[in-house]
T-cell receptor
């Protein structure tokens, strides 16, 4: 069993829909990262959080430390949001344990 | 700022050949990392550096060596390439232990 599990693995939705991607982890962490990998391969950091909730534009990330669970939400989804979303749990100072990613496709 | 850059973007090697991947960052970051990304697996840490002149092994270091002679550069070397090293390699950097990571665009390496 992977230390970081994401669900779903693949998600297809229509433009405008509210999107939720889930991340569960089984290890103790100091922070949880959400990354976006574009179809061209580049990786961008979206959020780093250790408690509560963060919001950036249409993206919202939440974390529940007790339940070892984080969610990434996208409101008013758009085709340009199509990408692979990766959650990563930081253990200690250097180690990041990555999930396998969720492939999101938003159709117009 | 260019951010994190990687050279080359693509490379094809024959088994047994050697090569060096270059990562450069212009953000004065202390920490630098090399990851590999393979289909069906999450990113895995190969080696990392917490400052100029220091390096440490990550999760999958075998077959790779690294050097951090200058703060802005982190080199990943393959002394004798193997087909199992066919992968996409990402470099990343960050300022400190509580900061987000910035990723380079990746290097796609194929070993025949």
């Amino acid at each position: 069993k992977n230390e970081v599990e994401q669900s779903p693995q693949n998600l297809t939705a229509q433009e405008g829909e509210f999107i939720t991607i889930n991340c569960s982890y089984s290890v103790g962490i100091s922070a949880l990262h959400w990354l976006q990998q574009h179809p061209g391969g580049g990786i961008v950091s979206l959020f780093m959080l250790s408690s509560g909730k963060k919001k950036h534009g249409r993206l919202i990330a939440t974390i529940n430390i007790q339940e070892k669970h984080s969610s990434l939400h996208i409101t008013a989804s758009h085709p340009r949001d199509s990408a692979v979303y990766i959650c990563a749990a930081r253990q200690g100072a250097q180690k990041l344990v990555f999930g396998q990613g969720t492939r999101l496709t938003i159709n117009p | 700022n260019a951010g994190v850059t990687q050279t080359p973007k693509f490379r094809v090697l024959k088994t047994g050949q050697s090569m060096t991947l270059l990562c450069a960052q212009d953000m004065n970051h202390e920490y630098m990392y090399w990851y590999r990304q393979d289909p069906g697996m999450g990113l895995r840490l190969i080696h990392y550096s917490v400052g100029e002149g220091t390096t440490a092994k990550g999760e999958v270091p075998d077959g790779y060596n690294v050097s951090r002679l200058k703060k802005q550069n982190f080199l990943l070397g393959l002394e004798s390439a193997a087909p199992s090293q066919t992968s996409v390699y990402f470099c990343a950097s960050r300022m400190g232990s509580n900061n987000e990571q910035f990723f380079g665009p990746g290097t796609r390496l194929t070993v025949l």
